[in-house]
């Protein structure tokens, strides 16, 4: 079975949610015991590894995770929302560990 050895975020410090999206893969990185690699505008990655739209292209940010296996998976592209429609730190910290959990628990 796969063994997370790293979670990868993507992103851009001129996007209005880079601090809170920092704060969702340190958190994440810490609960899972995992260090952190912090890559900024890597499209090249996303496009490789990441969502993409209908047109091939990457956005920023988001959270994956590299496997000792040399797979790579996406985590995390989108921000969950609460009842009041703003971001869900503790929702997104939880859907990265349970996904991470998933993929190591799988044959």
């Known amino acids: 079975m796969p063994k997370a050895r790293k979670l990868v975020i993507v992103t851009a410090t001129h996007h209005p949610y ?3 999206w920092m704060k969702i893969a340190e ?3 810490k609960q899972l015991g995992v260090e952190l690699e912090v ?3 890597d499209y090249i990655y996303l496009i490789e590894h990441g969502d993409t739209d209908e047109y ?3 956005w920023v940010p988001q959270i994956l995770a590299e496997f000792d296996d040399g ?9 969950p929302l609460n009842e009041a429609l703003q971001p869900d730190k503790d929702k997104a910290v939880d859907i990265i560990v349970k996904k991470v959990r998933e993929y190591e628990g799988a044959a």
């Open 27 to 29: 958190e994440a990185a």
């Open 56 to 58: 091939g292209m990457a």
């Open 18 to 20: 880079h601090k809170l």
């Open 71 to 79: 797979s790579v998976k996406v985590l995390l592209s989108q921000l």
């Open 39 to 41: 890559k900024y505008e």
